[in-house]
Structure formats: C-alpha cells, structure tokens
C-alpha cells in the first residue's frame, strides 16, 4: 500500500500502564495511578447528578457546534463564540492545527522537550521538526526558538506550563516572542494547565488573541476539571484564524455526553478552586521532601511533578509499580533519571512519598 513514508517509524501513543493490569501482574489490591495527570478528586459532583438526568436518546448525533457549551464557555471566558474552536480533547485540536499548516517542505518549531503530540502530528503530517531544547531551569528558550524560524516555518508550539517540566513563560517574555515571530506563522500556546497556576504574575494569555492575530491558545476539560474521559479541549484566538482553521474539525467531534459534562462543569468553579488549593498543598509536600533528601526537582505550576532520582527512570518507575503505584518514567520524556508525579489525594501523596523514602533508603544502602 502507499502508507506515508513517515508513518513505517512511528508508534502509537504509549499511555501510562493501566490500573487493572498491573493488580494482576504484581498481586496487589489497590493501585493508585498518577501517570496521566488525571484529577485524584474526579470531577463536580453537579456533573455525576446531571449525567444521571439524560434521557436515552443516543441514536441521535450530538450538536455539531455544542451550541450550549460553546455559548456557555464564551461567556465564561468573556470572548465571541466565533472565537472558539472545540475539539475531542485539545489533542484533536493540536492534530486539526497540524493538519491544517502543515506538510512536507514546511516546518514547525518546538521546544524539546515538551508535550509529545505536537512533534507526532508534524511527522505525520510530513513536516521538519526543529526541536528547541528547553534552558537549564526547564524554561521555554524563546530567543532561540526565534533564531530557529525562517521562511518555511509554519507553526510554532509553545506549551505553559510546559508538559513534563511544569514551568511557565512570562507575559513579558511571551509578547516580546509574539512581536517578533512573523505574522505568517501561528503561535500555539497550550495552556492544558492554566487552571492550576498560582504564580503571581501569570496572565490571562485569551486577552493577547485580538492583539496578535496569529496566537491560539489551547486549554482543555481533561485536567482540573477531571472530565478527560469525555474528551473536551478547546482552542481561543481571534475570529478570522477560527473561521479558517473550522473546515478541517470533523462534524459531530464533541459528543453529547462531553457537552452536558462540561458545560455543568464550568458552574462549579468551587470545585476548581478547591483542587487549585488541594493540589498546591499536595506539591508542597513533595517540594518538602526533594529538599530534606537533596533531589532536584523544577517547581511546578500544575497537578504535576518531576523530580530527579539520579538513578535510571525506569527503576524508580518499576519500584514504585511493584509497590502499588503507577508514575511515569521520565525515559521516554527524555529525562532520563527522571520520574514525573501527577500530585494525588493526601492519603496518596502521604503513600508515595513513604515509598520514595524506602527507594532512597534502599540505595544508600547498596552504596
Ligand atoms: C493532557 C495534555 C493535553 C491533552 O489534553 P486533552 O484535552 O485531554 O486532549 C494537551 N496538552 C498538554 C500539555 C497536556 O498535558
């Protein structure tokens, strides 16, 4: 067949190992899974209640525009609903941009290392990658980034807080970016975290999208919300770059199911707030114990940790697998002593961390 060159050496995408896998395999009764950056407090209960009051009409096709959700968000974020593009995830939305700029003689600009997807969709999509590698502090290297776009470059990713680091751009940084990147190149700035940022001088990055009319702005229902299975992301940037980009989403891509759940969800920004709070209590206690055991960690703004165990990744990672909890190494994120947290409940937390105390004690004593 005449399959795309490029795609005889890719892979699919690995997911973190699943829950009811690792029972069987290692004989344990309770596993607890912070892999995937998933919310451990699950979603607004206003959800699970909602969700209960839907009739069986499932042999119909969702809203092909999620009016009421579109509609609903708009207002929330206080943009047009032509502002608004709705993907299955923001996943399709990064492959729908993908789709839509890239191909073979263009290129696309990222840092690395980032969020996986971005470099995945180009390859498909048969296009250079110029991969930018993050500074020492695990920042985005703009400066670079710039030096690293001509002519051909199509598209550039921008991902804060950046996936598997948790580190974030300034505003000041990120307008001196977009005043220099050429108008003729979108800006993609993937926010799948903005909802647990806490630092002081972070943005509202949707005020910058009528300003420069070459930015999207990515976020997603996937991470606080804690809807990811619905599959609910959605990208904002001005009303002529959604018009042109719309044509490519496919009809019915948000289903009926991720409607109703999301757009309940943006009512109950208590529940937001209160795994904002939970979450920043949880990264303490795991900044407390890099510091006490002298591990390297980049302080993170999102549900997320990634800390340096100086020792092989997929070590760290089997002990912790063996012991009932499932983390992910930090190999195939290219770091490589790395494992990277997604920060749990307190009873979660307060169990890892006695696992990673074992881990420690383990290998001072086989030194
Ligand atoms: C989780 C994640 C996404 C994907 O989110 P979905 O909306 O579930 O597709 C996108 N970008 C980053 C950086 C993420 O970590």
């Not at 804060?160 to 993609?188: C, H, M, Q, W």
């Not at 993937?190 to 630092?199: C, F, G, K, S």
């Not at 299975?229 to 289903?255: C, D, H, M, Q, W």
């Amino acid at each position: 067949m005449k399959w795309k060159s490029q795609l005889l050496n890719l892979t699919p995408y690995q997911p973190g190992k699943n829950i009811d896998e690792v029972k069987r395999q290692f004989n344990l009764e309770n596993i607890v899974k912070l892999a995937s950056n998933e919310n451990p407090f699950g979603s607004s209960l206003k959800v699970v209640e909602e969700l209960k009051k839907v009739d069986g009409s499932f042999a119909l096709y969702p809203d092909g525009y999620a009016t009421k959700l579109r509609l609903k968000l708009a207002e929330f974020l206080q943009v047009s609903k032509e502002q608004l593009v709705l993907g299955n995830g923001s996943d399709e939305i990064i492959l729908m941009i993908s789709r839509a700029l890239l191909k073979p003689g263009l290129n696309t600009v990222m840092a690395t290392h980032t969020f996986g997807q971005y470099k995945h969709n180009a390859i498909v999509d048969g296009a250079e990658v110029r991969e930018v590698p993050l500074t020492a502090d695990g920042l985005h290297d703009l400066d670079a980034m710039l030096l690293a776009i001509d002519e051909s470059t199509s598209v550039v990713w921008l991902c804060s807080p950046n996936n598997p680091t948790g580190t974030y751009i300034t505003e000041e940084k990120l307008v001196d970016f977009l005043r220099a990147v050429p108008k003729d190149v979108l800006v993609v700035l993937d926010e799948a975290y903005y909802e647990y940022v806490v630092a002081e001088d972070y943005y509202d990055a949707l005020d910058l999208v009528n300003a420069f009319e070459n930015l999207i702005v990515l976020r997603t229902f996937s991470k606080i919300y804690g809807l990811a299975s619905f599959r609910v992301g959605y990208g904002v940037a001005n009303e002529s770059l959604i018009k042109t980009l719309e044509p490519i989403r496919e009809p019915f891509n948000v289903n009926t199911l991720g409607q109703i759940a999301t757009l309940t969800a943006l009512e109950d920004q208590e529940f937001v707030e209160s795994c904002k709070i939970k979450n920043r209590e949880g990264l303490e206690l795991f900044y407390a114990f890099c510091k006490e055991h002298g591990l390297d960690y980049y302080p993170s703004q999102t549900n997320f940790i990634l800390i340096d165990f100086k020792v092989d990744g997929n070590e760290v990672f089997q002990y912790f697998l063996e012991r009932g909890y499932i983390v992910r190494s930090g190999v195939p994120l290219n770091f490589p002593t790395s494992v990277r947290i997604t920060v749990g409940s307190k009873e979660q937390n307060e169990g890892l961390l006695q696992v990673m105390s074992q881990f420690l004690e383990e290998k001072a004593a086989k030194l």
